[in-house]
């Protein structure tokens, strides 16, 4: 069963950075785009990046872009989110995904998820 563990999250002030890890089990890096969403209380789980295999290609919400960087490891099976520049509005909890999609913005289209790691950005 393919897995994926999300973590790195934490507490961090306002302009600060953090830099999420997802570990893939498996050989889900091999074929899939992975992706990060996130979900504040009460709503519901948005897109935050993506990053297509092999490719370089990647994409991001516009809340986050110019602020965050996904990256892929494919060699060493992990995802990577480095945040910069967090702000009030980012905080939630962070999900690590997989999917085969060709348009993987949307949550529905993704096969595989993670627990969470949560992020809480102070002001």
């Known amino acids: 069963q393919a897995q994926l563990v999300e973590s790195g999250g934490g507490l961090v002030q306002a302009g600060g950075s953090l830099r999420l890890s997802c570990a893939a089990s498996?050989?889900?890096?091999?074929?899939?785009?992975m992706g990060w969403f996130r979900q504040a209380p009460g709503k519901e789980r948005a897109f935050v990046a993506a990053a297509w295999r092999g490719s370089g290609i990647t994409d991001y919400g516009d809340a986050v872009k110019g602020r965050f960087t996904i990256s892929r490891d494919d060699a060493k099976n992990m995802v990577y989110l480095q945040m910069n520049s967090l702000k009030p509005e980012d905080p939630g909890v962070y999900f690590c995904?997989?999917?085969?999609?060709?348009?993987?913005?949307?949550?529905?289209?993704?096969?595989?998820w993670g627990q969470g790691t949560q992020v809480t950005v102070s002001s």
């Open positions: 995904a997989a999917t085969r999609s060709g348009s993987p913005r949307w949550a529905r289209d993704y096969s595989y």
């Open positions: 498996g050989r889900i890096l091999s074929n899939h785009a």
